[in-house]
């Protein structure tokens, strides 16, 4: 079977496995785990096998005409690099690790079938953006993931939080995608063509006619798909949905979208200086703000989501000097390194019956109750830190590497500005990443206090996935000579600069994050015995479940709900949080995402309302007066006729003779009146 034959099946499997998951996951409800399984795991089998005979030599290049158009033609291609085959092993991989996972984790879940057939359909549309050679057919791929998304994160529709968050998702990844598309537009008739390749060749001519308008329009859509400011607020919401959804959105497909259409279309944003700037400032902010944000999140999942964020930022950044191969690089190591931390999150929520890492700080014991967690998020935690030798340094320092390479003038077409603020900022949330990694570990697996649940080992389905990916997460960084081959030839080797920089201010952050954390721990041990604290089984006390302590900050979701465990009695007391320390009065504001959210509502949500508001009373008090006006001539003239209608013949006689007469006489006078004239 020819390569471009076993690419076509790749996302056809999935897709076709969707299909039948729909249309028998009421009637024949025992096919719905293998259809949701079996074509996932064909497709990343697939995949693996044409990145072997892509194996980084030549594009391979396939296309047929869709529909002819009359104008630019829509073409169903194929366009296979190094880029493109690996990513597409990443998305397999990890969407085959989701859905076995889920058959565990979602096993009383009702809406099951749905859940998987859609899972199923996401993976199909991502691998057609990756293995697309069109553009218009990578927006078809593009547009379903946001679909998905929308019915995945409001998996748990019966609660306000998923619903919402789905439609907040929805509405901002709509939100950029509306001049993305005109981008597209504008980029296609320069070309005279949708093929990335053509595209391609026009920019090395020169062809493009503005350049920097159509590289701007282009970002807006990967801002809002990939979760970059100042679109990146829907992201730690989304967190609402199931929990290997978050893994599925986070490591392999929708967010890492944007970035690799980025990534393929590179000379298109190089073209313009402006826009390489622009996305650099972009990535800046959104690395360091994302960092910030996460030191003050107390859902474990919304801690993760603000790292996403951050991680993302630091593959734009590579973009935004030019190298994508370090932006591929990292996409790939953070795809395997978070996909393990969602899922292992998962655990430790069923574990400990909360999202809460303030209420986990208070339980003792968790570590040993899930011990494959807590080994797997450990080195997971680690390589997001990106310390050596785990796959997230060897990828980190990629884009450093490039981004000082870029800063000392060393890029053809990226200017210096951009290469020192992507590596000023990645330095420093290199600093900041490894802080609330540590913070999270800490205050996960290091509390004090009541006994964690023990409920029985987690089953095969959840921990071995676990440990399937703890091997590229351990593993990935030691293939940087083999992926230079796929990667244009480019190095991706760390240099000792900027080794020392990353590695230096994540073990600053990481140290100073411990050492805070053991001061707060010893603060709370010099307050009274007792204090804040219910122990259950005393006289006349009431047992405060972990749920309850924790609802300040960190609402249960119906994943937590399922746990059929008792909660476990925890002290009431303020938890010992290093991230209140590290972030001193700036911790409030960073709590709730630097009020972003608050900033759109009152510039944009509100005027928005207003308007309608005032159309609305303007259809209802001008426009409908005018209507109502135009209804009541007509009905007061019937009212008026309706008085003549008595149903008495002889009035009805009466006037008609009576009409007679007098127009006998009109008759008569006028005949007088012509006759004297």
Not at 213 to 238: I, M, Y
Not at 375 to 400: D, Q, R, Y
Not at 413 to 420: D, R, T
Not at 643 to 656: D, F, M
């Amino acid at each position: 079977m020819s390569t471009p034959t076993l690419a076509v099946l790749v996302p056809l499997l999935p897709f076709l496995g969707a299909l039948a998951g729909l249309l028998l996951g009421r009637t024949a409800p025992g096919f719905v785990k293998p259809l949701a399984v079996l074509p996932t795991l064909a497709a990343a089998v697939l995949a693996v096998l044409v990145a072997f005979r892509q194996a980084g030599g030549e594009a391979i290049e396939t296309a047929t005409e869709l529909t002819p158009t009359g104008s630019v033609p829509i073409e169903l291609s194929l366009y296979l690099d190094g880029f493109a085959v690996m990513v597409a092993v990443l998305v397999g991989v990890v969407a085959t690790c989701v859905q076995i996972y889920s058959t565990a984790y979602l096993r009383e879940d009702p809406r099951y079938p749905s859940y998987a057939a859609l899972v199923s359909l996401f993976t199909s549309a991502m691998l057609l953006v990756v293995y697309s050679g069109d553009l218009m057919v990578l927006l078809v791929g593009w547009e379903i993931m946001g679909i998905c998304s929308y019915f995945l994160v409001g998996h748990y529709w019966e609660t306000e939080a998923a619903r919402s968050a789905s439609l907040k998702a929805f509405l901002v990844t709509k939100l950029g995608d509306v001049p993305f598309l005109i981008g597209l537009f504008a980029l296609a008739t320069d070309a005279g063509s949708f093929q990335i390749t053509k595209i391609l060749g026009t920019v090395a001519a020169g062809g493009l006619d503005n350049p920097t308008l159509v590289a701007l329009l282009l970002l807006a859509g990967v801002a809002g798909k990939s979760a970059q400011f100042p679109l990146h607020t829907w992201l730690p919401d989304a967190m609402a949905g199931p929990t290997p959804v978050s893994a599925l959105i986070h490591a392999a497909t929708m967010v890492a979208a944007g970035v690799y259409f980025v990534a393929r279309l590179l000379p298109v944003f190089a073209a313009s200086r402006a826009a390489l700037v622009v996305l650099a400032v972009m990535a800046a902010v959104t690395m360091v703000g994302s960092a910030l944000a996460a030191l003050a999140q107390d859902d474990i999942k919304r801690v993760l989501a603000y790292s996403t964020i951050g991680q993302l930022g630091y593959m734009t950044g590579a973009l935004a000097v030019g190298d994508r191969a370090a932006a591929v690089f990292h996409l790939l190591s953070h795809g395997a390194f978070k996909a393990l931390l969602f899922l292992g999150a998962g655990v430790i929520i069923h574990a400990a019956g909360t999202n809460s890492l303030a209420a986990m700080s208070r339980m003792d014991g968790l570590a040993k109750r899930i011990p494959d967690a807590f080994w797997t998020m450990t080195i997971a935690l680690l390589a997001l830190a990106a310390f050596p030798p785990f796959a997230g340094f060897f990828s980190k320092e990629a884009v450093l590497v490039a981004a000082e390479q870029t800063a000392v003038g060393h890029s053809e077409f990226a200017p210096s500005a951009a290469g020192w603020v992507v590596l000023v900022a990645g330095v420093l949330t290199a600093l900041l990443t490894a802080a609330y990694a540590t913070r999270l570990w800490l205050m996960a697996f290091r509390g004090r206090g009541a006994a964690a649940p023990d409920h029985g080992k987690e089953p095969v389905a959840m921990t071995g996935v676990l440990w399937l990916l703890a091997v590229p997460t351990v593993g990935f960084g030691l293939l940087v000579g083999p992926l230079a081959d796929f990667f244009d030839g480019r190095e991706l080797t760390p240099s000792l600069t900027t080794s020392v920089l990353g590695t230096g201010a994540a073990a600053v952050g990481a140290v100073l994050t411990y050492a805070l954390w053991q001061r707060a721990q010893a603060q709370a041990a010099l307050a009274p015995a007792g204090a804040g604290v219910v122990t259950a089984g005393a006289p006349g006390a009431a047992a405060v479940p972990a749920a309850v302590a924790a609802a300040e900050s960190a609402a249960e979701s119906p994943e937590v709900g399922q746990v059929t465990h008792d909660h476990p009695v925890v002290s009431t007391a303020p938890a010992a949080d290093p991230g209140r320390a590290l972030l001193g009065p700036l911790h409030r504001h960073a709590a709730v995402g630097f009020h972003l959210d608050a900033v759109y509502d009152r510039l944009f949500v509100r005027p928005v309302r207003a308007a309608a508001a005032l159309v609305r009373f303007l259809d209802r008090e001008v426009v409908d007066s005018y209507v109502r006006g135009a209804g009541l001539g007509p009905r007061l003239l019937g009212g008026l006729v309706r008085r003549a209608q008595t149903g008495n013949v002889q009035s009805y006689l009466s006037a008609l003779l009576a009409g007679a007469v007098v127009l006998a006489i009109a008759t008569a006078v006028l005949a007088n009146v012509n006759a004297g004239s």
